[in-house]
């Protein structure tokens, strides 16, 4: 599959893209030194480590040691292979690849999740096809109904599924799509005995998408009366419930651009805001909030704001989710709409302006829990258990002045001596500590020499300086094998190319802890100046030989004296000549 987009077109593809562009898109990044830095999307982190070079094109991160160029980020970001993930930047950079049919060989390499994306997208298609179509009139009519225009429908691709058990299915045969592909999905509904039907029938249809715009499963919902009003998509292979957010691909731009995001609960909240030009709204899948959504959210924003119902079931979420914002590092604000109302009816009746004025209006959700969740809880069983809760969340507090006002408030409103609160706080602070603290593991150790790294480093920030290097013949001196062996292929590369391409180079590195030195070092500035590289490079070679020539010496002198002492006079005599000329030669350095 490598060289199923020619090497010319990969240089073009790599050349037009800047990997500041494809990084943003996922993860909100600020300046720092000539870095910039943000939060890794591929481990959890509450202060940034994660690195991106713009000069180098290249990202590493220093908490989880992943690292790489644009490709390598998309690829391990969207999951795709390397031929998907050179195409989406190839679209993204306006570069034309030659059109070509996809070979059987070919199809059988796609791989599984991108077969799966592309049922799901054919389906999306065709729903949205259908909701053109005569049969689609009530449904047209019912979203003209809640002020669902042409574009909120254009851009999140609503559909429609006809009143039919086998229109899909139809579809999907004529189209020799895998019906099997198409169940496990849970567009289709296994028969008992053989067979299969549509799942979604006479329903409005709500294509989910990922982080990268690829449809991962469907919403449907019914028009008029009936039960169930939803149906989701089961989750599948490409989908999983409290990972994904609603409308995330359509509204991160706009949540950037706000400084916030405004969370709801369904796909139709959040279209009833952004046809109302409330666009930076996302959505949960009628599912409580994950720490999983928050981190997701975490990647384009630190800050919420989370529209909950105020009767019971409200607080109970707002209980739930309050210690994944906490948790996160996240500012959340909670925003309760009067009783009976929810987003989509609250905006159409008082409009965009009022529910704007709402969201600047409300309190933290910290504020919140204190007034309406704690402070309502009368007679001494109901206070200790919500002593017990206000005790757990805040361990979830990171930081101290915070958490210090946290208590302060929860014991005025339970009427409790601060100390004794604080006490109890500490208390069960120690123990979560005594439980936690654990050693942290240790890498494997394996040696690397530091002055061989330096070489190597330099080979790779200054490839002009190679072919002196490459005269000098210090490769023959090195002791680190994977070292040596990088330093070999830099030299090839750059003899036939007059250039190297730095990050594909280390990936040849077999040893991880070599590959992940090399990435750091490149990632950080070169420490020697233009002016002094030619002084650094003849000291390093110098240093390096020299070592080699001292190990050397070591041997032969062991040698000779077990030479001697098995009155050897030949091989001793041997050994003396060639301690002589090695001492000649190292003076000669
Ligand atoms: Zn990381």
Known sequence: MKGYIPEDKVEEIKSRT??????????????AGRNLIGLCPFHKEKTPSFTVRQDKQIFHCFGCSEGGDAVSFLMKVSQISYPEALRQLAAKAGVVLPERAVSRSEKEHLSIREQYYRVNGLASAHFARNLALPAGKAAREYLAKRNIGPDAIAMFTLGYALDSWRNLR???????????MAEKLGLLVPREGSGSYDRFRARLIFPIEDTSGRVIAFGGRIMGEGVPKYTNSPESEIYIKGKHLYGLYRTREEIRRKGFAILVEGYFDLIALWSHGIRNVVATLGTALTHEHVDLIRRYTQTMAVIFDSDEAGKKALTRSIDFFLAGNMRAKAVVLPDGYDPDDYVRTFGKERLDETIKQAGSMI????????????GLEEKREALRQAIALTKTISSASERDLFVRRVSERLGIEQDVLIKEVRQTAAETAKTTLQAPKEDKKVSIDAVELQLVNIMLNFPEQVPIIDDSNVLLYLTTNDLKGLGELIIETFKQNGKINAIELIKTVEQKPVREKLMLLLVNDSPYDETVIDRVIVDTIKKIKQRWYKERRKDLQIELRKAENEGNTSLSDQLVLEQKKLIQEEKGL
């Open 367 to 378: 504020d919140y829990y204190i007034d309406h969740v704690i402070g309502e809880r009368k």
């Open 170 to 180: 139809d579809y999907f045969e004529k189209e020799k799509i895998s019906l099997l």
């Open 18 to 31: 800047d990997i500041v562009d494809i990084v943003s898109q996922y993860v909100t990044l600020k300046k």
